[in-house]
Protein backbone atom coordinates (compact mmCIF):
# COMPACT_ATOMS: atom_id res chain seq x y z
CA UNK A 1 0.00 0.00 0.00
CA UNK A 2 1.60 3.61 -0.87
CA UNK A 3 2.14 5.26 2.22
CA UNK A 4 2.77 9.01 2.95
CA UNK A 5 5.90 9.63 0.52
CA UNK A 6 4.21 7.81 -2.54
CA UNK A 7 1.16 9.64 -1.66
CA UNK A 8 2.96 13.00 -1.62
CA UNK A 9 4.67 12.04 -4.80
CA UNK A 10 1.14 12.20 -6.40
CA UNK A 11 0.22 15.58 -4.66
CA UNK A 12 2.87 17.13 -6.02
CA UNK A 13 2.35 15.60 -9.12
CA UNK A 14 -0.85 17.13 -8.86
CA UNK A 15 -0.12 20.14 -7.79
CA UNK A 16 2.28 20.49 -10.97
CA UNK A 17 -0.33 19.39 -13.67
CA UNK A 18 -4.43 20.13 -12.01
CA UNK A 19 -4.18 22.98 -9.43
CA UNK A 20 -5.64 25.92 -11.02
CA UNK A 21 -7.23 24.31 -14.03
CA UNK A 22 -11.49 24.05 -14.04
CA UNK A 23 -13.34 20.50 -14.52
CA UNK A 24 -15.19 20.12 -17.42
CA UNK A 25 -16.84 16.63 -16.77
CA UNK A 26 -16.25 13.50 -15.00
CA UNK A 27 -17.22 9.59 -15.72
CA UNK A 28 -16.60 6.75 -12.89
CA UNK A 29 -16.75 3.93 -14.70
CA UNK A 30 -18.38 1.29 -12.24
CA UNK A 31 -20.02 1.64 -8.58
CA UNK A 32 -16.61 0.70 -6.58
CA UNK A 33 -14.46 3.62 -7.24
CA UNK A 34 -17.39 6.58 -5.76
CA UNK A 35 -18.53 3.74 -3.33
CA UNK A 36 -17.80 6.36 -0.56
CA UNK A 37 -19.60 8.73 -1.95
CA UNK A 38 -22.76 7.72 -1.06
CA UNK A 39 -25.04 9.22 -3.63
CA UNK A 40 -23.33 7.24 -6.26
CA UNK A 41 -21.15 7.73 -9.33
CA UNK A 42 -23.50 9.61 -11.52
CA UNK A 43 -24.08 12.13 -8.98
CA UNK A 44 -20.74 12.40 -8.14
CA UNK A 45 -19.10 13.35 -11.82
CA UNK A 46 -22.78 15.83 -11.73
CA UNK A 47 -21.35 17.24 -8.85
CA UNK A 48 -17.60 17.80 -9.95
CA UNK A 49 -18.69 20.15 -13.27
CA UNK A 50 -17.77 23.50 -13.40
CA UNK A 51 -15.54 23.04 -10.17
CA UNK A 52 -12.25 25.25 -10.24
CA UNK A 53 -9.08 22.85 -8.62
CA UNK A 54 -7.75 25.29 -6.19
CA UNK A 55 -5.03 23.29 -4.30
CA UNK A 56 -4.02 19.36 -3.70
CA UNK A 57 -3.49 18.12 -0.20
CA UNK A 58 -2.60 15.47 2.08
CA UNK A 59 -2.60 13.92 5.42
CA UNK A 60 -0.94 10.75 5.88
CA UNK A 61 -2.23 8.30 3.32
CA UNK A 62 -5.27 10.73 2.42
CA UNK A 63 -5.38 12.94 -0.58
CA UNK A 64 -7.68 15.65 -1.67
CA UNK A 65 -8.27 18.85 -3.99
CA UNK A 66 -10.06 21.54 -2.54
CA UNK A 67 -12.24 22.62 -5.59
CA UNK A 68 -14.31 25.53 -5.64
CA UNK A 69 -17.55 25.97 -7.06
CA UNK A 70 -19.55 28.36 -9.85
CA UNK A 71 -21.97 29.58 -6.79
CA UNK A 72 -18.63 29.96 -4.43
CA UNK A 73 -18.79 26.45 -2.53
CA UNK A 74 -15.68 24.90 -1.42
CA UNK A 75 -15.43 21.30 -0.97
CA UNK A 76 -12.66 18.54 -1.26
CA UNK A 77 -12.28 15.29 -3.73
CA UNK A 78 -11.06 12.98 -1.53
CA UNK A 79 -8.76 10.58 -3.09
CA UNK A 80 -7.55 7.08 -1.26
CA UNK A 81 -5.18 5.04 -3.55
CA UNK A 82 -6.20 1.66 -1.29
CA UNK A 83 -3.56 -0.79 -2.42
CA UNK A 84 -3.23 -0.25 -6.00
CA UNK A 85 -4.71 3.09 -6.76
CA UNK A 86 -3.07 5.17 -9.95
CA UNK A 87 -3.98 9.03 -10.17
CA UNK A 88 -2.59 9.61 -14.07
CA UNK A 89 -2.48 12.69 -16.25
CA UNK A 90 -2.86 11.56 -19.60
CA UNK A 91 -3.49 12.86 -23.13
CA UNK A 92 -7.34 12.28 -23.52
CA UNK A 93 -6.53 10.10 -27.04
CA UNK A 94 -3.86 8.01 -24.78
CA UNK A 95 -5.26 4.24 -25.13
CA UNK A 96 -7.06 3.51 -21.99
CA UNK A 97 -5.92 1.33 -18.94
CA UNK A 98 -7.65 -1.78 -18.39
CA UNK A 99 -8.53 -1.35 -15.13
CA UNK A 100 -9.57 2.53 -15.14
CA UNK A 101 -12.26 3.76 -12.83
CA UNK A 102 -12.30 7.38 -13.60
CA UNK A 103 -11.91 10.25 -16.42
CA UNK A 104 -11.76 13.72 -15.21
CA UNK A 105 -11.46 16.56 -18.55
CA UNK A 106 -10.54 20.52 -17.53
CA UNK A 107 -11.97 23.13 -19.99
CA UNK A 108 -8.61 24.02 -21.37
CA UNK A 109 -8.38 20.73 -23.62
CA UNK A 110 -5.48 19.71 -21.73
CA UNK A 111 -4.40 16.02 -20.67
CA UNK A 112 -7.10 13.94 -18.64
CA UNK A 113 -6.67 13.13 -14.98
CA UNK A 114 -7.37 9.23 -15.03
CA UNK A 115 -8.16 6.92 -11.83
CA UNK A 116 -6.54 3.70 -12.44
CA UNK A 117 -6.94 0.38 -9.70
CA UNK A 118 -6.18 -2.98 -10.41
CA UNK A 119 -7.53 -4.31 -6.80
CA UNK A 120 -10.42 -1.32 -6.75
CA UNK A 121 -9.66 -0.71 -2.60
CA UNK A 122 -8.97 2.93 -3.40
CA UNK A 123 -11.93 5.34 -3.74
CA UNK A 124 -13.32 9.19 -4.38
CA UNK A 125 -15.95 10.93 -2.93
CA UNK A 126 -16.98 14.67 -1.99
CA UNK A 127 -16.90 16.02 1.28
CA UNK A 128 -17.48 19.53 3.43
CA UNK A 129 -13.90 20.65 4.01
CA UNK A 130 -13.04 22.13 7.77
CA UNK A 131 -11.92 25.41 8.52
CA UNK A 132 -8.44 24.18 7.92
CA UNK A 133 -9.18 23.19 4.45
CA UNK A 134 -9.40 19.22 5.51
CA UNK A 135 -12.52 17.13 4.17
CA UNK A 136 -14.65 16.07 7.43
CA UNK A 137 -13.89 12.25 6.84
CA UNK A 138 -10.19 12.83 7.12
CA UNK A 139 -10.07 15.35 10.16
CA UNK A 140 -9.90 12.94 12.88
CA UNK A 141 -6.63 11.34 11.84
CA UNK A 142 -3.51 12.85 13.11
CA UNK A 143 -1.09 15.35 11.70
CA UNK A 144 1.88 13.57 9.91
CA UNK A 145 5.36 14.07 10.51
CA UNK A 146 5.66 16.09 7.34
CA UNK A 147 2.52 19.09 8.50
CA UNK A 148 3.29 22.33 9.55
CA UNK A 149 0.95 20.92 12.52
CA UNK A 150 2.24 18.40 13.86
CA UNK A 151 3.98 18.66 17.76
CA UNK A 152 6.29 15.68 18.09
CA UNK A 153 6.03 16.64 21.90
CA UNK A 154 2.74 16.05 22.13
CA UNK A 155 3.10 12.78 20.07
CA UNK A 156 6.02 11.17 22.61
CA UNK A 157 3.79 11.93 25.49
CA UNK A 158 0.92 10.20 24.35
CA UNK A 159 3.24 7.35 23.38
CA UNK A 160 4.71 7.36 26.70
CA UNK A 161 1.66 6.92 28.61
CA UNK A 162 0.51 3.30 25.92
CA UNK A 163 1.25 0.03 27.28
CA UNK A 164 1.30 -1.12 22.97
CA UNK A 165 4.14 -1.90 21.42
CA UNK A 166 5.76 1.11 19.58
CA UNK A 167 5.64 -0.23 16.60
CA UNK A 168 1.90 -0.48 16.96
CA UNK A 169 1.55 3.33 18.05
CA UNK A 170 3.42 3.88 14.80
CA UNK A 171 0.77 2.39 12.69
CA UNK A 172 -1.36 4.16 15.23
CA UNK A 173 -3.12 6.77 12.36
CA UNK A 174 -4.72 8.38 15.37
CA UNK A 175 -1.54 9.34 17.08
CA UNK A 176 0.90 10.44 13.85
CA UNK A 177 -0.70 9.68 10.63
CA UNK A 178 1.51 8.89 7.09
CA UNK A 179 3.82 6.02 8.84
CA UNK A 180 3.14 2.44 7.22
CA UNK A 181 4.67 -1.02 7.56
CA UNK A 182 7.84 0.13 5.65
CA UNK A 183 9.12 2.85 7.11
CA UNK A 184 8.07 2.00 10.48
CA UNK A 185 10.38 -1.19 10.26
CA UNK A 186 13.27 1.58 8.73
CA UNK A 187 12.60 4.20 11.84
CA UNK A 188 13.03 1.35 14.18
CA UNK A 189 16.27 0.12 12.61
CA UNK A 190 17.83 3.03 12.35
CA UNK A 191 17.11 3.89 16.34
CA UNK A 192 17.94 0.27 17.49
CA UNK A 193 14.71 -0.45 18.81
CA UNK A 194 13.00 -3.42 18.48
CA UNK A 195 9.09 -2.70 17.30
CA UNK A 196 7.35 -5.08 20.28
CA UNK A 197 9.13 -3.00 22.62
CA UNK A 198 6.32 -1.38 24.86
CA UNK A 199 6.33 2.81 24.73
CA UNK A 200 5.25 2.56 28.90
CA UNK A 201 9.36 1.09 28.59
CA UNK A 202 11.01 3.15 26.42
CA UNK A 203 11.93 6.75 27.50
CA UNK A 204 10.66 9.63 25.66
CA UNK A 205 14.37 10.91 24.22
CA UNK A 206 13.90 6.91 22.48
CA UNK A 207 10.63 7.93 21.72
CA UNK A 208 11.43 11.09 20.09
CA UNK A 209 14.58 9.25 18.47
CA UNK A 210 12.47 6.98 16.45
CA UNK A 211 9.81 9.70 15.65
CA UNK A 212 12.77 11.87 14.16
CA UNK A 213 13.94 8.48 11.86
CA UNK A 214 10.70 8.46 10.76
CA UNK A 215 10.59 11.60 9.69
CA UNK A 216 13.81 11.28 8.40
CA UNK A 217 13.63 8.31 6.43
CA UNK A 218 10.14 9.40 4.27
CA UNK A 219 12.43 12.59 3.25
CA UNK A 220 14.76 10.47 2.04
CA UNK A 221 11.97 8.29 0.14
CA UNK A 222 10.54 11.54 -0.90
CA UNK A 223 13.52 12.27 -2.44
CA UNK A 224 13.69 9.34 -4.78
CA UNK A 225 10.19 9.19 -5.63
CA UNK A 226 8.74 6.84 -3.07
CA UNK A 227 9.40 3.05 -2.70
CA UNK A 228 8.08 1.11 -5.19
CA UNK A 229 8.34 -3.05 -5.06
CA UNK A 230 5.63 -3.28 -8.70
CA UNK A 231 4.57 -1.69 -11.63
CA UNK A 232 1.11 -0.89 -9.29
CA UNK A 233 2.83 2.30 -7.23
CA UNK A 234 3.86 4.98 -9.56
CA UNK A 235 3.42 9.13 -9.95
CA UNK A 236 1.09 11.06 -12.18
CA UNK A 237 3.34 10.73 -15.02
CA UNK A 238 3.52 6.71 -14.59
CA UNK A 239 6.96 6.47 -13.09
CA UNK A 240 8.08 4.23 -10.29
CA UNK A 241 9.99 4.79 -7.14
CA UNK A 242 13.23 3.71 -6.36
CA UNK A 243 13.70 3.83 -2.61
CA UNK A 244 13.51 0.04 -2.23
CA UNK A 245 17.03 0.26 -3.34
CA UNK A 246 17.80 2.10 0.19
CA UNK A 247 15.82 -0.03 2.79
CA UNK A 248 17.46 -1.25 5.51
CA UNK A 249 15.35 -3.22 7.40
CA UNK A 250 11.66 -4.03 5.30
CA UNK A 251 12.08 -6.66 3.31
CA UNK A 252 15.58 -7.73 3.62
CA UNK A 253 14.86 -11.26 5.43
CA UNK A 254 17.92 -13.32 5.34
CA UNK A 255 20.85 -10.63 4.32
CA UNK A 256 23.47 -9.13 6.68
CA UNK A 257 22.40 -6.02 8.33
CA UNK A 258 24.38 -3.12 6.80
CA UNK A 259 25.47 -1.63 10.46
CA UNK A 260 26.74 -5.07 12.33
CA UNK A 261 26.40 -7.87 9.89
CA UNK A 262 23.97 -9.75 11.31
CA UNK A 263 21.07 -11.63 9.16
CA UNK A 264 18.01 -9.48 9.46
CA UNK A 265 15.17 -11.49 10.53
CA UNK A 266 11.21 -11.67 9.30
CA UNK A 267 8.61 -11.59 12.23
CA UNK A 268 4.97 -11.84 11.91
CA UNK A 269 3.24 -8.78 13.44
CA UNK A 270 -0.32 -7.71 13.01
CA UNK A 271 -0.81 -9.81 10.77
CA UNK A 272 2.12 -8.07 8.29
CA UNK A 273 5.65 -8.81 8.64
CA UNK A 274 8.71 -7.01 10.99
CA UNK A 275 11.86 -6.83 9.86
CA UNK A 276 14.75 -6.19 12.08
CA UNK A 277 18.37 -7.03 12.84
CA UNK A 278 18.10 -9.50 16.16
CA UNK A 279 21.68 -7.81 17.41
CA UNK A 280 20.99 -4.14 17.10
CA UNK A 281 16.95 -4.53 18.03
CA UNK A 282 16.62 -7.24 20.74
CA UNK A 283 13.34 -7.38 21.95
CA UNK A 284 14.20 -5.91 25.42
CA UNK A 285 16.74 -4.20 26.76
CA UNK A 286 19.31 -6.74 28.92
CA UNK A 287 19.32 -6.66 32.22
CA UNK A 288 22.31 -5.98 34.23
CA UNK A 289 23.72 -8.58 36.51
Request: net charge neutral.
Amino acid sequence: MPELPEVEVVRRGLADHVVGRTIERAEFFGTRVARRHLPGPRDLADRLAGNHVEDARRRGKYLWLVLSGPDGSRQGLVTHLGMSGQLLVEAPDAPREKHLHAVVDFDDDGPQLRFVDQRTFGGMALAELTPDDVPEPVAHIAPDPLEGGYDQAAVVRRMKGKDVAVKRALLDQTLVSGVGNIYADEALWRAQVHGERLCSSLTKPTLARVLDHAREVMLEALGQGGTSFDALYVNVNGASGHFDRSLHAYGQEGRPCDRCGTPIRREAFMNRSSYSCPRCQPRRRARRG
